[in-house]
């Protein structure tokens, strides 16, 4: 019996397919109140918990002996430093607690590509075991980064424990609408109409639950492994989508000084829209930033192996029309 933390995000959703398509006993844990479309209709046991109820973690960690923790905010806008402390930092500290009392064989840790030090531009990003919630910028990065510290503490104690750090997720099963979901269901009702320059790491979250069972399966104690996917910039996505869609790109480009200063206003549409924001100042400055890394450990010690992006894509548009626009008509 393995178990799943944030088992109904866009990531833990596709890696309990995953478990499930390898006929893993999978006990996935979600939140008290949450509703759990995306995974109710998988042979899979569901218990109700928080990450930040530590007794919880301790009743969903009987009998376990694999557990795979993905539960966390991710954000890229503003006003969330306390629940991200209290989420990603203290519900990590809990659960390395509950793996050293359950005596669990071995924990996967699901970090972020923010959670390293941004080197200068024109520097690899490559896989580090110092992290350091000062030297990165951005509260969810922040987190990340104390978060990771942590689980390699755990290492030196005695812990069995493997990190990932997936780069930006795009992909099919994004039930609850990621950013990126927002920016390609925006695309299909034409309400996007203008796009920003810059470019980022992307990665099929296929490829990231492929990435992870690998880490857990051959990985080695105290190590870390960056599953990123192909560097695109914002107009090549939307190129993607347009060949995927038949729809028309919007070719008015918004000057990266304007998106900048009026990234605040946007989160302020959002929230109205009740929508993941696409454009926030914490997004903008992600896409100006240096995200040039690599996956060449992960391929080599794991056999990880990801796909092109524009399939990715193509295949987030077929899920999204079927999964989303379909059901709603």
């Not at 990126?180 to 992307?202: C, P, V, W």
């Not at 829209?273 to 930033?289: D, E, G, H, N, V």
Request: proline share 4%; aromatic share 10%; hydrophobic share 35%.
């Amino acid at each position: 019996m393995v178990i799943v933390t944030g088992a109904t995000g866009h990531i833990g959703n596709a890696l309990i397919r995953e478990l499930v398509n390898r006929n893993i006993e999978v006990r996935a844990f979600v939140l008290p109140e949450e509703k759990t479309p995306n995974i109710g209709q998988l042979p899979v046991e569901i218990v109700r918990g928080d990450v930040t109820d530590y007794s919880s973690l301790l009743n969903a960690f009987e009998g376990v002996t694999d557990v795979y923790h993905l539960a966390g905010i991710v954000t890229i806008g503003s006003g969330k430093k306390k629940i991200l402390q209290k989420v990603n930092v203290e519900g990590t500290h809990h659960v390395i607690k509950a793996c050293f009392e359950k005596k669990i064989k071995r924990l996967l840790y699901v970090s972020s590509i923010h959670a390293f030090k941004e080197p200068p531009q024109g520097e690899v990003i490559t896989e580090t075991k110092i992290f350091n919630p000062d030297q990165v910028v951005g509260d969810y990065a922040k987190s990340k980064a104390s978060a990771t510290h942590a689980v390699l503490e755990a290492v030196h104690k005695g812990l069995d424990a493997v990190i990932v750090h997936p780069s930006g997720v795009i992909g099919p099963y994004d039930y609850e609408t990621s950013h990126m979901g927002q920016l390609i269901t925006d695309f299909l009702n034409r309400k996007l109409y203008a796009h920003i320059e810059g470019s980022y790491d992307f990665v099929d979250v296929r490829d990231v639950a492929q990435g992870i069972l690998l880490a857990c399966e051959k990985g080695k104690t105290g190590e870390n492994y960056i599953l990123s996917g192909e560097q695109v910039t914002v107009k090549q996505i939307l190129d993607y989508l347009e060949e995927a869609t038949g729809l028309k790109s919007p070719e008015l480009k918004i000057p990266f000084w304007f998106a900048k200063w009026t990234a605040p206003l946007s989160e302020i549409y959002y929230k109205i829209l009740r929508q993941k924001p696409l454009y926030t100042s914490y997004s903008i400055y992600t896409l100006s930033s240096n995200s040039f890394t690599t996956h060449q450990k992960a391929t080599e010690e794991l056999g990880y192996k990801p796909r092109p992006i524009r399939e990715t894509i193509i295949n987030t548009v077929e899920w999204v029309k079927k999964e989303k626009f379909n059901k709603a008509a």
